[in-house]
């Protein structure tokens, strides 16, 4: 999968994001991708989005982010991951 892609959501709102993202669980059957748009949220937190998906071409995935409880949790745990990971680095180059 390309770093930006064109997503459309369940609404069949159409828009680039940049992918931080993807894999496919087994344990569902379905692809998954965590991206952003670069919105900050009220704390100045940067908005990480997710959902299942499908591909429509090389530059396109529609994203279906009516999850199960069960893929919530799922993703909020590799999100949490991820950010634990960018954060452990910056701290590490900060640091030389």
Do not use: C, P, W
């Not at 931080?20 to 990480?48: H, M, P, R």
């Not at 071409?57 to 999850?67: G, W």
């Not at 069960?70 to 590490?92: R, S």
Request: without cysteine; glycine residues 6%; proline residues 0%.
């Amino acid at each position: 999968m390309k770093d930006i892609m064109t997503i459309i959501n369940e609404e069949n709102e159409k828009g680039k994001y940049e992918i931080f993202s993807s894999f496919d669980a087994g344990i569902t059957g379905k692809s998954y991708v965590i991206y952003t748009g670069y919105y900050e949220n009220e704390n100045k937190q940067l908005v990480l989005n997710a959902g299942s998906y499908e591909t429509i071409d090389e530059d396109t995935i529609r994203v279906d982010r009516n999850l199960t409880h069960d893929e919530n949790v799922m993703l909020t745990d590799i999100m949490n991951n991820i950010l634990e990971h960018f954060a452990k680095i910056t701290d590490e180059n900060n640091e030389n």
